[in-house]
Nanobody
Framework: QVQFVESGGGLVHPGGSLRLSCAAS????????VGWFRQAPGKHREGVLC????????SSVDSVKGRFTISRDNAKNTVYLQMNSLKPEDTAVYYC?????????????????WGQGTQVTVSS
């Protein structure tokens, strides 16, 4: 069964950092793009960053540029989201998913194998 498990969320003060992990099971990530998404209370889920199988990175949200980075470790079958200089507006449940393709250039509906998400709360 293809599945992602997200972890690493928590409560952090504004300006703090977190590193989220997205571990895949049931398939190898080597040939697949993986995207991080987030859903804030009362809002639609939105794409954050996506990394292709060849490490090309696509950004979907201008507000995270320069603060968030995405990386992958195929040996660990895991994709990471490093979040620095966190702001209260980054508060959301963060999810990862794959378009089951090597590239990120897909509509939201093409992404699947969603994990259960990990809560990130930025508050003083």
């Amino acid at each position: 069964q293809v599945q992602f498990v997200e972890s690493g969320g928590g409560l952090v003060h504004p300006g703090g950092s977190l590193r989220l992990s997205c571990a895949a099971s049931g398939f190898s990530l080597d040939y697949y793009a993986v995207g991080w998404f987030r859903q804030a209370p009362g809002k639609h889920r939105e794409g954050v960053l996506c990394i292709s199988s060849s490490d090309d990175i696509t950004s979907s949200v201008d507000s995270v540029k320069g603060r968030f980075t995405i990386s992958r470790d195929n040996a660990k079958n895991t994709v990471y989201l490093q979040m620095n200089s966190l702001k209260p507006e980054d508060t959301a449940v963060y999810y990862c998913a794959t378009p089951h393709s090597s590239e990120c250039d897909h509509e939201y509906g093409a992404f699947g194998s969603w994990g259960q998400g990990t809560q990130v709360t930025v508050s003083s």
